[in-house]
C-alpha cells in the first residue's frame, strides 16, 4: 500500500483517509502474533471484461428508453399544445359573444307574401318578430299555378 508523500509538518493520520470497520465480528487467527479483522475500503475497482459487457448492454437499453421517453413527451406536449390552442379558440369565441350579447345563427322564419300590399315580410318562428318586409318585384308578382 502506498501513501503520498507527506509534507513538512503534515500529519501521517491526516494524510490517509479514515477506515472504516464492517460491524462483522473479528476473525481471530491461531498462532498470529496479532489480531486480524476485516474493514471496507472505498477503493478503485477495475470491472471485468463481461462487466464492462454488461455495462454496455444496460447502457444501450437505456440510451433506447431514454429516447422513446423524449418521444413520448413530445407526443404529450403536442397534445397538450392543440387541446389548449381548441380551449384558446373557445374562450375567445365566448368572449365576443359575452361582450356583443349575441351570435349570428340561421332561424327558422315564415315567409308572408301580401299580393295586395305588394310586400314580402319574414317572420321569426321563435319569436314571432318581423325580421324584414320589401316590395316584391314584378317577378315575385306572378302567381305560380299549382301543378
Do not use: W
Amino acid at each position: 500500500m502506498s501513501h503520498e508523500e507527506l509534507q513538512p509538518g503534515q500529519d501521517a493520520q491526516a494524510a490517509t483517509p479514515p477506515m472504516t470497520f464492517s460491524p462483522e465480528p473479528a476473525v481471530e487467527v491461531e498462532d498470529a502474533p496479532a489480531k486480524v479483522e476485516t474493514c471496507k475500503e472505498y477503493l478503485k475497482y477495475t470491472f471485468t471484461p463481461d462487466e464492462r459487457e454488461a455495462l454496455a448492454s444496460e447502457m444501450s437499453r437505456n440510451i433506447v428508453d431514454l429516447s422513446s421517453a423524449r418521444e413520448e413527451l413530445d407526443t404529450i406536449k403536442a397534445q397538450y399544445k392543440s387541446r389548449i390552442t381548441a380551449l384558446e379558440g373557445e374562450v375567445s369565441g365566448s368572449a365576443r359573444k359575452l361582450h356583443a350579447g349575441y351570435e349570428m345563427r340561421n332561424i327558422e322564419c315564415r315567409v308572408e307574401r301580401d299580393y295586395d300590399a305588394k310586400l314580402i315580410r319574414i317572420y321569426r318562428l321563435d319569436s314571432g318578430d318581423l325580421v324584414r318586409a320589401k316590395a316584391m318585384t314584378t317577378e315575385e308578382l306572378q302567381r305560380r299555378l299549382p301543378v
